[in-house]
């Protein structure tokens, strides 16, 4: 007979193919009946955290809820960062973990489902007529909230035999969220009517743009409006058409573009919550600049935002596009029979109409030039800069960029181009913690097993998460890369405490070699303290892939050159 933690792997395995954990005595069963008897897949880490982690990053790369597991109390707690990072980036999985016993506590047992709450997840737990339903309940929750959910399996349910396992109806996903009643429609029509007689008109997307699938959308309202683009750091590659595009908007964007956003006239936002980087401390728009924002949030989420819409990205920008040929259409009907075509067009076009579009006006490859520098910093180690933009080159094509977090964020975030939001990932930054890099690689390697997965990551992040380079080596093999910027420091707290005169040795790591630790599990590891070390990567790069390791590159950076959006960070704080 199947048991309760049967149950929940076969329905599990109906919605969801990959899963990731550690195994121990609350998810044994569990394991056994995942392995056994369904198709989905799971991939071992060494920690419980990488098991939330590479669920994470699994639905970041692909769109497709994954679920972790872990044992109870001890491995449970282990989750708890990534768990909180999951929830601060409204990022759906489903956490499938053992849990005390339906008799009481245990002395090794904690409140699962308090501290599960208090980093704002909920908690589903089976009994033994339940299961099934359930579990179709817990992943409808995280779909639909887009949020990480916990199940959990009492120790003493988990064997018990539950009978057959019943038919569990598919999860229900809302409808795309469409704008209702009569001043959203109002709203609409003031965004069409600002964006049609706009002079200057710029469009930024986030990553709620992408989930929406309004890519195709935003650049038919683009397209129409003659708009420049511009994106987030993780809506980066959301618009068809790049030539027009600004790159990433706040302290990742190029100096020259973020002017030029500095002189639209009009602004608006489709799924972006304008947080404070994104809006380089409140100074991305102009005071004159008139700015509306489109986000299923229920409410604007920046004051600067003078117009607000709740609605899906994909519906509003098909809707204003519809819109702007109307207003257009019922212009040229309007005009008398008898006018001459060149008056008729002089009278029909609206002033952003009766020149030539902005974007046709501006040096866009010009302002998205970043900073070149020199290969050696002033202390003659190598200059991350540097380093950054001969990877640009030198990366394959086909990347998908995986972040951990930390001061280095910012050399990837300007220098490595990627082709879409889903190819670039920032695991930690919403939970503004460090060592998610390594599990991130086994979550994105599941998710685009074709692509070349690579990881940028700080040395004080890599050594924190350094159980799972196993887990990474293993699962990406020669389809994996490691770029690891060793500044020998925690370089965001120097950058902001140390140049404050606070003690730096709290702030200071003896320089790791982590092309020794990659040796150790079977990738190859490079030093790199030059430009010319890194013809290994080329090299690399044209090897066929089942013939090559998992490389390592050991960046040997100065920590004396400070990423611009962290002399942003510095200079608000000071």
Do not use: C
């Not at 897949?41 to 972790?68: K, L, N, P």
């Not at 020259?256 to 799924?271: K, N, P, Q, S, T």
């Not at 998610?436 to 685009?448: K, L």
């Amino acid at each position: 007979m199947p048991t309760v933690s049967a149950h929940v792997a076969l329905t599990l395995a109906q919605h969801i193919d990959h899963v990731f954990g550690v195994m121990g005595n609350g998810n044994a069963y569990l394991l056994d009946a995942l392995e056994k008897q369904t198709d989905a897949m799971f991939t071992a880490v060494r920690h419980e955290q990488g098991a939330v982690v590479a669920a994470d990053a699994h639905f970041r790369a692909s769109g497709r809820i994954a679920a972790a597991t872990s044992t109870y109390g001890a491995g449970f707690t282990n989750t708890l960062t990534s768990l909180a990072e999951a929830v601060q980036a409204h990022v759906p999985l489903v956490l499938v973990v053992g849990d005390e016993p339906t008799s009481g506590p245990r002395p090794w047992d904690v409140d699962q489902v308090a501290l599960a709450s208090a980093v704002g997840a909920r908690t589903y737990t089976t009994g033994r007529a339940d299961a099934a339903a359930t579990t179709v309940i817990a992943i409808e929750h995280a779909l639909t909230y887009r949020v990480p959910v916990v199940l959990a399996i009492p120790y003493d349910v988990a064997a018990l035999e539950a009978g057959p396992v019943p038919e569990a109806p598919a999860p229900r996903i809302s409808a795309p969220l469409a704008p209702r009643g009569e001043f959203a429609d109002g709203m609409l029509g003031e965004i069409a009517a600002a964006l049609a007689d706009a002079e200057r008109p710029f469009l930024l997307a986030g990553r709620g743009a992408w989930l929406a699938g309004a890519g195709e959308a935003l650049g038919q309202l683009a397209d129409a409006t003659g708009a420049l683009t511009a994106s987030t750091a993780l809506g980066r590659g959301i618009f068809p058409e790049s030539r027009y595009d600004l790159g990433v908007t706040g302290g990742f964007g190029a100096d020259g573009a973020m002017e030029l956003i500095r002189h639209a006239d009009v602004a608006v936002v489709f799924g972006a919550s304008l947080n404070q980087f994104t809006m380089r401390f409140g100074e991305l728009f102009a005071p004159g600049t008139r700015v509306f924002q489109v986000d299923v949030a229920p409410a604007a989420t920046h004051a600067h935002v003078g117009g607000f819409v709740r609605g899906d990205a994909r519906v509003v920008a098909s809707d204003l596009v519809q819109r702007l040929a109307s207003e257009r259409s019922a212009r040229e009907s309007a005009l008398p029979a008898d006018e001459s075509a060149e008056s008729s067009r002089a009278k029909r076009a609206s002033p952003r109409e009766a020149h030539t579009p902005w974007r046709e006006t501006v040096d866009i490859a010009a302002a998205r030039v970043y900073e070149r520098a020199d290969e050696f910093a002033a202390d003659g180690r190598l200059d991350p800069r540097a380093a950054a933009r001969l990877l640009a080159e030198l990366l394959p094509q086909d990347r998908v960029v995986v972040s951990d977090g930390g001061h280095f964020i910012g050399w990837a975030n300007m220098y490595w181009p990627v082709a879409s939001p889903d190819r670039m990932m920032m695991i930690g930054t919403a939970f503004q913690s460090i060592g998610q890099g390594w599990p991130s690689v086994v979550g994105a390697t599941r998710a685009r097993p074709e692509s070349t997965v690579v990881l940028t990551s700080g040395d004080g992040g890599g050594l924190m998460a350094i159980a799972d380079l196993e887990s990474a080596v293993r699962a990406a093999a020669g389809h994996g890369i490691a770029v690891i910027w060793n500044d020998a420091a925690y370089g965001a707290e120097v950058n902001l405490y140390g140049l404050k005169g606070l003690a730096e040795g709290p702030m200071l790591i003896p320089e790791v070699d982590f092309a020794a630790f990659a040796g150790a599990v079977g990738a190859e590891g490079v030093v790199v303290r030059t430009l010319a070390d890194l013809e290994r990567l080329r090299e690399w790069t044209a090897e066929p892939v089942a013939e090559r390791r998992f490389l390592v590159l050991d960046l040997r950076i100065s920590g004396k050159v400070i990423a611009p959006y962290q002399q942003e960070i510095i200079r608000v704080n000071s």
